[in-house]
Every structure is written in structure tokens, then in C-alpha cells.
């Protein structure tokens, strides 16, 4: 069995099952933006949509391998800090993960928050202010209680929240009121479908993003050579039918106009469905998305973190975990520091944060590549190493997931606008990092820039 690294003080509890996981990849994943962007995808393409979906889950589907592998190879909780310094060194892999990671979560989480409250806000005018920065407060607290406290919570979200899309998405497909397409019209636009679907797969792609979630947990699960790459497999092969599911009951039952018009698609599908009782059932949907998504990233982002300072590239202060609850309490105040500010800096500014959002995501697809990048060269670099999982078909999972990556940051955006600040936005995220990344790696660490670290020194320490 692996062990964890480190003195016994600084150890982590090996306490995450299968289901336990399944749920973080899950959780982490179907956010409310999610359902957002399926049913306005929908709207938008129609059966092009649904195709899209598909070629999406086969794109995620290849970073999975490539993440099973590294991370099986590797298994320590920094993820792709650990992946990349063996790779490609300390300064690529403060980059990949900084920059890849922890910059999505200070703008993805807040709008994530400002969503929630605005659904809400629709259902019970003035009844719910500030609860977005209430539940922030309370997962928090409850992350530091220990990753057994978290797993419980994050176990109930995740069974509740999959419980309501699947009733929602089966309820669509035999509902009487089908005001929005149909299934013979369905299938005329299946056959008239030409390669302009392809820009579909960029919307859809999103839907499937962050299943290696699942990686910086780790050193606290139980037999993680089978449970890592199973987790994340079962977890996609769950999203695509739940996906499908919720994407033709928007077809059926709502107009397309309106599913692509609107800022809260969901809300109109449930309405539909249910009446006056989809009030609830959204309320259900909007709280379980949330608190799922930040659960899993205030216990997952901590533990990269913890990774980094035992790789030494963050101050030792995040190495420590409490005596008692065995969690990473520093990592787990900053990220929600790094959550709380823009949630608060920004909520009279809610539009700047969906640029700011697209920004960071952009450089999340960067890590993406780094992780393809970093298995390529593992595997000519250690071609005898024992894998206990091997990615299937190498190296064309890697090349094509490589390309896709590109072909995403090129259409990241809505418009040629959007996408210029994008850029510029994303280009001033990465050299801010990368300052920290060169004065930290050379001045502090004292190492070369580039220069790899031996994957037994990784290993031992």
C-alpha cells in the first residue's frame, strides 16, 4: 500500500472509499454554471449539442488516463506540482498549478456564489442575502473538522444533487407538454449535422472539467491503485447520461430561444416540469451544486498546497496539518481567503468577473496540456518504472487531449472582444506567477529553472 509522506505529524488520514471519491468528482464538476451551460448548449445547437457532449466525454475520458497514470506514478497529494517538477522542474510547476488551479478558484467559486444568490433572489425576493458567503463560512469550517467530516457532507450533496437531475431528466423525456422540439425533428438534425458542431465541443468540454479533482486526495484514500482511476471513469460515464438526460428533457419541453436566452435555463426547465413545486427543486438543485463545488475545492486545493510546501515550493507553513483532525487548516484558510475577497471585492461588479472567470480558465486548459506534456516525457524518461495504471492507446489520447486543449484556449470566448481581454487578462495571471515562480525557485530553492527533479528523491521524501 502506498504511505504517506512525511513525519508522522504532517500525515494525512486514509479514509476515502470509492463512493467517497466518486462524489468529489462528481461534486466538484456539476457546479450551477454547468447547468447553465448544457441547457443554453441545447438551445443553441440542438442535436449538434448532444454530439457535442459525446465527443466531450471522449476528450475526458484521455486526461483521465493521463491523470491515473501521473498520479499512480506519483502519488503524492501535489498533484501536478509533484507531476511537472519531475517533468520539467519547480518553475513549470508552480506555473501549471498556481496558475492552472488556484486562479479558476478565485473567480469561478465567486461567480458560482453570485449565481446561486441570484436564483434564489428569483425564487425568494429578499429572503436569502448573503447566503452564498454564509455557506462559504460554514463548508469551510466544516473542512477543518477533518477530510471523514468533509467526505460525509460531501457523500449527501453529491447522492442529492444526482437524485434531482436524474428525476429532472427523466421527467423531461415523458412530461405531456413538450413545447420545445421533437424527437422525429431530433433526428433530422442528427443527420444534417456538419463539421460547424465541432465549435459545440468547446461549450460541452467544460461540462466534463476537473474529474482530477480526485488526484490531491490521494495519500487519504484507501487502496487509491484501483479507486483513483475508477472514481474518475465511473464519475464521467455518470455525467454523460446525466448530462444527455437533462439536455434532451430541455429540448422537449422548453422552446430553444428561450433555453439560449435565458440566464438561468434551469430554473425555466424545472418550472415547466414541476409548477409551483419546481421552486423548490431548484432551491435544491442551486444549494446542492454550490456546496458541492466549494466543498470539494476548499478540501482539494488545500492538499496541492500541501504537496507544494513538501516539494518546497510554497512556504512550510502549508506542510502542516492539525494534530487532531489531520487537515491541512493553513491551505484550507487561504483558499477561502482566496474565494471570500473576490466575492466581496466584486459583487457590485458581477460582470468583470465572467471575463476574470473565462481568464482563468483559460490558463486551467494550459495545465491540462502540462499534464499530457508531462506523461510524454515520463514515459520516454522512465520507460521501465512499475505504472500500476497505464494509459490505454498511448500516445494518442495524450496528442489528440493536447490538441483539443489548444483548440479551446483559440475559442475560449464569446466574442473577438471578450477574447482579447481574455488574453491579456490570462498573460498578466501567468506573469505574476511566474515572477513568484522565478524568485522562488532560484533565491529559495536554489535550483535551475528547468531543471527535473529525480522521480526517487520524489518518491522518498
Known sequence: ?????????????????????IAVAVGVVVAQVVFVGILQGVGIGGAGFLVALIIAFVLTLFYVFTFSELALMLPKAGSISTYTEVSMGHFMAIIATVAGYFA???????AELFLLESVLDTLYPGSFDHIGLILLMGLAVLNLLGVDIFSKMQNLLACTMVVALLVTGVTGLIHPDQS??????????LQQLDISAGTLVVLALWSFMALEFVCPLIEE???PEKNIPRSMIIAAVALLIIYLLVAMAGYLVVPAEELAGSDIPHYRLV????????KQMVAVLAITATCSTINTVLATLPRMLLGMAHNGQVPKLFRQVHP????????IF?????????????????DIILTLMISAAT???LAYIVAHVDLMILRRRYPVLTRPFRSPWYPFPQVIGIISMVFMVIHNSPSPEMTIQVYVNAGVLVLIVSVYAWFWVKYKMKKRLFEPESIGKVLRD
Open 1 to 21: 500500500m502506498m504511505k504517506p509522506s512525511g513525519n508522522s505529524k504532517d500525515q494525512l488520514k486514509r479514509v476515502l472509499t470509492l463512493p467517497s471519491l
Open 104 to 110: 479558476p478558484a478565485m473567480f469561478a467559486l465567486p
Open 180 to 189: 420545445g422540439g421533437s424527437m422525429p425533428a431530433l433526428a433530422e438534425e
Open 221 to 223: 484514500t484507501k487502496d
Open 271 to 278: 418550472q415547466t416540469l414541476f409548477g409551483d413545486a419546481g
Open 324 to 331: 487532531r483532525t489531520k487537515t491541512p487548516q493553513a491551505g
Open 334 to 350: 487561504l483558499v477561502t481567503l482566496l474565494i471570500l475577497v473576490p466575492a466581496l471585492l466584486f459583487r457590485d461588479s458581477q
Open 363 to 365: 490558463i486551467w486548459l
